[in-house]
Antibody, heavy 124, light 112 residues
């Protein structure tokens, strides 16, 4: 059974770049017949969920247009890890960050399973 | 700001049936994109409850069911139990605004 685990710093200074990594274990990182959409989703304290983007095993990416200029995803299939980079962070980026496995087709994508999440606070 | 609107809260007594609506538009649900539902228990990560409008993953109780019609979708919980008290989110793809996955605004279910 696939499990995902987020890792990275819990505190980032304003205007700096935040970097998080998700390690995938217990399952295949890629499939010959199904495209997996390795995803990042965040949740500010007390608020709802916001999709940030996903990356395929090929390295192709799709980002949330509202964050596109600041978000970057990368993948390392040799270590079963994918990563999130968010530049020029502000207090508004303070959130619980989740990584998740996405299952997609031409009708959309759903996310299952999710990691436990990592809290990132932006503060000086 | 989400393109999928849910009621902020719904409540019911144990054993009752409650429904949560997810209202979209012709750019998402109405365009034929699937709707998925997640349950987020207090202090936990979201968990997939319903995929592709009405499919229950293995291990999800059959007390949960989903449907889609026009530009909206619904999640129904029958035989409400105390353990169902959680936040629920719908999710779909939207092909306006540059195209993106969107989560609904979220609904808090309270068991009275």
């Amino acid at each position: 059974q696939v499990q995902l685990q987020e890792s990275g710093p819990g505190l980032v200074k304003p205007s700096e770049t935040m970097s998080l990594t998700c390690t995938v274990s217990g399952g295949s990182f890629r499939s010959s017949s199904i495209d997996y959409f390795w995803s990042w989703i965040r949740q500010p304290p007390g608020k709802g969920l916001e999709w940030l983007g996903y990356i395929y095993h090929t390295g192709a990416t799709t980002y949330n247009p509202s964050l596109k200029s600041r978000v970057s995803l990368s993948i390392d299939t040799s270590t079963n890890q994918f990563s999130l980079s968010l530049t020029s962070v502000t207090a508004a980026d303070t959130a619980l960050y989740y990584c998740a496995k996405g299952w997609g087709n031409n009708k959309g994508t759903y996310f299952d399973p999710w990691g436990q999440g990592i809290m990132v606070t932006v503060s000086s | 700001q989400s393109v999928l609107t849910q009621p902020p809260s719904v409540s019911g007594a144990p054993g009752q049936r409650v429904t949560i609506s997810c209202t979209g538009s012709w750019y998402n649900i109405g365009a034929g994109y699937d709707v998925h539902w997640y349950q987020q228990l207090p202090g936990a990560a979201p968990k997939l409850l319903i995929s592709a409008n009405s499919n229950r993953p293995s291990g999800v109780s059959d007390r949960f069911s989903g449907s889609r019609s026009g530009t909206s979708a619904s999640l129904a919980i029958t035989g409400l139990q105390a353990e169902d008290e959680a936040d629920y989110y719908c999710q779909s793809y939207d092909n306006s605004r540059g195209s993106s996955e969107f989560f609904g605004t979220g609904t808090k279910v309270t068991v009275l």
